[in-house]
């Protein structure tokens, strides 16, 4: 079962992102839990099974575009379909909230993420990303 996630899921989301190698030192797992469940246009989508969360997904809608983050199944229960399923869960967040389009990002290296998400009809877009840290 998919349903929104709440505070009380915190750490075992992060520790799920955590072990799925999604978190980077730079980004804080835990603020970001928070952030995505306190702003209105967020939320993190979990799946619960018997022993507890083995799932979870960010989805955001900035007004213009929908946006994935976070996209994690624990290692015991992949290749089930769960994958699929919560980016189902994501989209269907997002045509809710009247999102036209949705778009995610994969390091370039992460084939494995990248087969994942052109097997679900995700198309690399022609951009550049571009950024820098606002923090000190």
């Known amino acids: 079962m998919i349903a929104a996630a709440t ?3 915190r750490a075992p989301v992060v520790a799920l992102w955590q072990t799925a190698g999604l978190t980077r030192p730079w980004n804080d797992p835990l603020a970001d839990f ?6 209105p246009g967020s939320t993190i989508l979990i799946a619960r099974r ?3 969360i083995v799932g979870s997904v960010m989805v955001g809608f900035d ?3 929908g946006w994935v983050y976070y996209l ?4 015991e229960a992949r290749r089930a379909g769960l994958g699929r399923a919560l980016m189902a869960a994501a989209e269907d967040w ?3 909230q ?3 389009k949705i778009q995610l990002m994969v390091r370039a290296d992460n084939a494995a993420a990248l087969g994942f998400y052109e097997s679900l009809g995700l198309e690399q877009q022609n951009v ?3 950024g820098r840290f606002l923090a000190p």
């Open 7 to 9: 505070m009380a899921d």
């Open 34 to 39: 928070a952030q995505a469940l306190e702003a």
């Open 50 to 52: 018997d022993h507890g």
């Open 63 to 65: 007004g213009h575009r």
């Open 72 to 75: 994690a199944v624990a290692a």
């Open 94 to 96: 997002l045509r809710m």
């Open 98 to 100: 009247g999102a036209p």
């Open 128 to 130: 550049v990303t571009l």
